[in-house]
């Protein structure tokens, strides 16, 4: 997922000369395997073992490759943190010294509609936030992603891409801060119930929109005209319900090294996707496999059950956002400027605790997310039957996941399976399926 970074023009100056000098890092030695061949141990056999075919996988990966992405994956638990720290001491400055007030008093001075300074107020926030956690945003987003070799841009167009996140950013928070302002002070005694409503509103307008406003404003989708891949991926969405006439691709190579694919959309607006980092890398197996675990999230209905799962999180939210913020002004409020919950200017206290709520519910949320795609993973190995391609994707998805995690840092720390759990998983279908793979 794409992380906004906007960024204040003095610190572009200062960056752009030492994001030109720094060179690439030379990983050639250090990544993943590109061609994954099965090893004898995963051949079928009468001993086959799921086991010993998943350790054989595993053993294709070079130390080095194995030792870098264990490096990245474990360096992002403590972005996690520092993500946190940053956008509480942020918030925290932002009321301690009265720069959400003066924003909120330069808005009204502007406008007398109150709809209209609650969206002038954002667009000052959002600037604000952006200047101040510019620096941690610009070594996670461009020189981190370089240095470990993942990312392909340069500055300049890095930076567009984080102008026009900035941009959506703006336009889609404005109205939607705006609106939930507009019902605190309209609606004093249930604000917090009809916000979640208007929250989750907005949430579900995203995904609807976001295939074909926003991702376009990133990347070229194409139609794929190969009927290698083609054929086999269209006769697998018709054999599992999906009514797909083409497939596309996206360039996802002009930012990274990534390799991804998805199928989303409803009707006329279906569209099954896969970007050209895994046309170029995949083998024909790897790609059916990855698109079997894509139509599984389609036909599995996870995203109205995330959007389920996540309504629930926003309504205990606000229910938390109510009794939070009231204690909050009732304590700081005067010396933060702010004397109404439905002033514009509470709104940094209001992400702090949005801050500390979602911290603190990573793993619940995690859990979640690991689960429906643990369900995509045997959806997807099922209707592709390719769980040596399987076996091949988890191992390049492993370039910037950790492989082989202990239990607990599994729970905490991941949204989908480990790079071993999928193997193991492909390796046991295998075995009790290996008649389809004999001659």
């Not at 194995?66 to 474990?74: H, V």
């Not at 009321?95 to 000052?124: E, N």
């Not at 083609?230 to 996802?252: C, E, F, K, W």
């Not at 109510?322 to 919950?341: F, K």
Request: hydrophobic fraction near 50%; charge should be positive.
């Amino acid at each position: 997922m794409r992380r906004p970074i906007p960024l204040a023009l003095f610190l572009v100056l200062c960056l752009v000369p030492a994001a030109r000098a720094q060179k690439e890092v030379d990983l050639s030695q250090s990544q993943m395997p590109s061609v994954v061949a099965v090893p004898p141990e995963a051949q079928p056999s009468d001993h086959f073992s799921a086991a010993a075919a998943t350790q054989a996988y595993l053993e294709q990966i070079p130390a080095s490759a194995g030792a870098r992405s264990d490096a990245y994956f474990e360096g992002g638990y403590w972005l996690i943190l520092w993500d946190f720290l940053m956008a509480v001491v942020i918030y925290w400055a932002l009321l301690r010294f009265g720069w959400s007030a003066r924003m909120r008093d330069f808005a009204r001075r502007i406008t007398r509609i109150a709809f209209f300074q609650d969206m002038l107020y954002w667009v000052q926030f959002l600037i604000v936030t952006a200047i101040l956690g510019a620096p941690l945003g610009i070594y996670e987003g461009y020189f981190r992603e370089h240095k470990y070799g993942l990312a392909n841009q340069t500055f300049g167009p890095w930076l567009g891409d984080q102008l026009k996140d900035l941009a959506v950013n703006m336009i889609m928070g404005a109205f939607l801060i705006a609106i939930l302002f507009a019902i605190i002070r309209k609606l004093r005694g249930t604000w917090q119930i009809w916000g979640a409503a208007v929250t989750i509103a907005f949430f579900i307008f995203g995904i609807m929109i976001a295939p074909v406003f926003f991702l376009p404003l990133f990347n070229k989708f194409t139609r794929l005209d190969d009927p290698k891949v083609t054929t086999p991926i269209l006769s697998m969405a018709r054999a599992n319900g999906i009514a797909a006439h083409d497939v596309y691709q996206m360039d996802a190579s002009k930012q990274s090294k990534r390799m991804s694919a998805n199928v989303s959309g409803f009707g006329k607006t279906m569209r099954i996707t896969l970007n050209d980092n895994l046309l170029r890398r995949g083998s024909p197996e790897e790609i059916q496999a990855v698109m079997g675990h894509e139509m599984g999230h389609y036909v599995l209905n996870h995203i109205p059950k995330d959007i389920l799962f996540f309504s629930v999180v926003i309504v205990i939210f606000f229910a938390i956002l109510r009794w939070g913020l009231g204690g909050a002004l009732t304590r700081y409020g005067a010396g933060w400027g702010i004397s109404d919950i439905g002033d514009p200017a509470v709104l940094p206290a209001a992400l702090l605790i949005i801050t500390a709520f979602f911290f603190v519910l990573t793993p619940i949320l995690n859990t979640h997310i690991r689960t429906t795609e643990h369900e995509a993973d045997m959806y997807g190995i099922n209707a592709s039957r390719q769980p040596d391609g399987f076996a091949q994707a988890a191992i390049h998805l492993g370039e910037y996941r950790k492989m082989s995690p202990g239990p607990v840092e599994e729970w905490i720390f991941y949204d989908h399976p480990s790079g071993r759990r999928r193997i193991h998983d492909a390796m046991q279908w295998k075995a009790k399926n290996l008649s389809l793979f004999q001659h």
